[in-house]
């Protein structure tokens, strides 16, 4: 076995056994792709010299993969797998048939892309540009949790035109990451042709302009990206990256350099030349009888879970507030109770907006200011999630929902735990106008499987419902408006979401009984709700109000109790084509109930101005809910 860390000089044995083992990983890049009739097997040949050598001497192994102070290794050019899958099967982390075999089959788990359920793999990968975002995140995670490791990311080089990367660039050296090291396989090759022609990028140049120590080498010379790697992870002072000079294709002479091999397999008869170009050995024939017959197992990686805090008592607000007060009011008590607990909170140039201010006067250290720099927040909150920390993002909706979409499908995919509290949503907003109104979050975020989404009906909720999800794994969101609520209470004049009230998620509150109609509504909706409610029944209509909190996981009891009233109203702030409106519906389709659905919400962008001026220009207002009532009943 090769000797660990970069710690020594590599001896002319280790060099020997590497380009012994590139060999073969070059055969199985070849097989694989060719088996499967398709893949990048360009990228992975100019990529494997420098997987070889990381993987061989980073603290990372079979033995080790799911130990908290393991290095981790992010691959940012996913489409690179085949590489990948290679190098890890000749290192002993699986059997190099079984990968050969199991490339892109729908049983296995070597997918087209990276995936991190696979031992040695800590980031699922292949929309470029987002996994320095993710080595940052994991870089960070080493700081917060006092846990001592390295952070490489491999990376392509045409990937370096993305806005993404500038971002975590600068996050890096502004948090002085000197735990990660980046390195890119500059084989000047993309899908449509030479990187300098595509979309120039000056590589080197930028990352010293951010701060970065720069190391140019060759990426086909094992003692070079050793040396290269050795003097990056033993400097404390910088986050380094190495420039890494390949050729696309590298070791089968039709190949080299030759653009079209970046994402085209090899046919069988080229396969078998390059086969023999390696001296490796020619069982197409057998693999292919078995690619169709083969089992493959299934391997688990165990997820990190964020810790369980101390959440205090939970206060209860009598007077009309801002939902963006409960939520700085809960950081700022959930940082004096659990002062050594793995804790971060992230902002995007909103402190006092969004009240993240609050956390970060108790808790410096584990507050995190990233600017205007959206896409790049989301993914290091994401990476840092799956390390056992507790993660909170504080944002606008139309930045932390719609902007960073990709990125939140990406973290959904990697099974994250990332928290956030997403303020500004809806026509609430007002003044700031149509490009700040986000009233298409619920719509968005009912596409990431993984998410679950939380509106709270007034402060008190909003309270109930942070404590809840600051004590749950996976991703939530909790969606607030931009305006103070008022507090709701009984009919008998009591606070409803009391300190007695036990939030359950999925849980539908009826907030006000009735008969002749049931209206579903949340947010800033509800106490309009209330007081459509209350006005009408002076006038001898009684509408039951439901407040959904939860979306996403509505209690269908409740929606076949509401349809004996023979008329459903849904009453929100957002697109009634993908809000509640839509899921209502379709509810009440797939249960067979036949009850009378009328959807009021949002149907064109809207103007600036105050957000009741908006509500009564687009008819959301009480007068004109309560007059559309009475033409419904």
């Known amino acids: 076995m090769i000797m660990k860390y ?19 990983c070059r055969g199985d890049i070849l097989k694989m792709t060719t088996l499967a009739g398709s893949g990048h097997p360009g990228g992975s040949m100019s990529s494997i010299d420098i997987y070889l050598t990381l993987y061989s001497f980073a603290n990372i192994s079979k033995e080790n993969y799911d130990d908290p102070a393991r290095d981790r290794i992010v691959i940012s050019h996913g489409h690179t797998s085949p590489g990948v899958y290679a190098c890890l099967a000749r290192l002993n982390f699986f059997e190099p048939e079984e990968v050969i075999l199991g490339f892109r089959k729908i049983d296995s788990i070597f997918e087209g892309h990276i995936e991190r359920n696979i031992p040695g793999i800590e980031w699922s990968s292949g929309n470029l540009g987002q996994g320095l975002s993710a080595g940052c995140g994991f870089a960070l995670g080493s700081r917060v949790n006092n846990t001592p490791y390295n952070v490489f990311v491999v990376m392509s080089d045409a990937e370096q035109a993305k806005g993404q990367v500038a971002e975590a660039r ?51 010379n094992f003692s070079e990206i050793y040396n290269a790697l ?5 400097d404390d002072k910088y986050p380094y990256v190495i420039i890494a000079e390949t050729t696309i294709g590298k070791g089968i002479s039709f190949m080299e350099g030759e653009r079209r091999y970046h994402g085209k397999s090899l046919k069988i008869d080229e396969c078998r030349k390059a086969l023999k170009e390696l001296h490796i050995e020619d069982d197409l024939e057998r693999l292919f009888s078995l690619r169709d017959k083969k089992g493959f197992k299934k391997k688990k990686r165990k997820d990190v879970l964020p810790p369980r805090i101390k959440i205090g008592k939970i206060p209860v607000y009598t007077d009309t507030t801002h ?3 409960v939520f700085g009011d809960i950081l700022e008590e959930v940082a004096k109770l659990n002062p050594s607990a793995p804790i971060a909170v992230f902002d995007c140039d909103l402190t006092e907006s969004v009240r993240t201010h609050r956390f970060a006067r108790v808790m410096p250290d584990n507050f995190f200011e990233t600017g205007v720099s959206e896409h790049n927040t989301a993914t290091i909150a994401g990476a840092l999630s799956i390390n056992g920390i507790l993660t909170i993002w504080g944002d606008f909706g139309v930045f932390g929902i719609d902007e960073v979409y990709n990125q939140l499908r990406l973290n959904d995919i990697n099974r994250t735990n990332l928290k956030i509290f997403a303020t500004h949503l809806g026509l609430n907003v007002g003044p700031d106008g149509k490009t700040h109104h986000c009233i298409d979050y619920i719509g968005l975020l009912r596409n990431l499987l993984g998410f679950k989404l939380l509106i709270p009906g007034d402060p008190n909720q909003t309270g109930h419902i942070m404590r809840y999800v600051l004590n749950q794994p996976g991703n939530f969101v909790v969606g607030v408006g931009r305006t103070k609520l008022p507090i709701i209470k009984t009919e008998d004049n009591k606070i409803f979401f009391s300190r007695n009230y036990r939030f359950e998620y999925g849980r539908v509150d009826l907030v006000r009984p009735g008969k002749d109609c049931a209206i579903f509504t949340f947010g800033p909706m509800l106490p309009r709700a209330v007081a459509v409610r209350d006005g009408l029944r002076k006038q001898g209509i009684v509408p039951a109000v439901y407040n959904v909190s939860a979306p996403f996981d509505i209690d269908k009891d409740c929606i076949t109790e509401a349809s004996k009233t023979g008329l459903i109203i849904t009453y929100e702030d957002h ?6 409106g839509s899921i209502i519906g379709q509810m009440i389709a797939e249960m067979g109930l036949g009850t009378k659905l009328f959807k009021l919400g949002i149907s064109k962008y809207g103007g600036s101005d105050r957000p009741e001026v908006l509500y009564k220009r687009y008819a959301l207002d009480v007068d004109s809910v309560m007059s559309l009532i009475k033409k419904l009943c």
């Open 170 to 220: 600068r996050f890096a050296v502004k948090y002085n990451l000197n735990n990660l090291t980046v390195i890119i396989d500059f084989n000047h090759f993309q899908i449509s042709g030479r990187v300098e022609k595509i979309m120039p990028v000056n590589i080197k140049e930028n990352y010293l302009a951010d701060g970065w120590k720069v190391q140019e080498i060759s990426g086909h």
């Open 575 to 580: 697109i009634t084509e993908s809000g509640l």
């Open 230 to 234: 050795k003097t990056a992870v033993n």
């Open 6 to 24: 970069f710690d020594k000089e590599l001896t002319d044995n280790e060099i020997k056994k590497l380009k012994e083992l590139a060999r073969h």
């Open 323 to 325: 939902p963006r007060n």
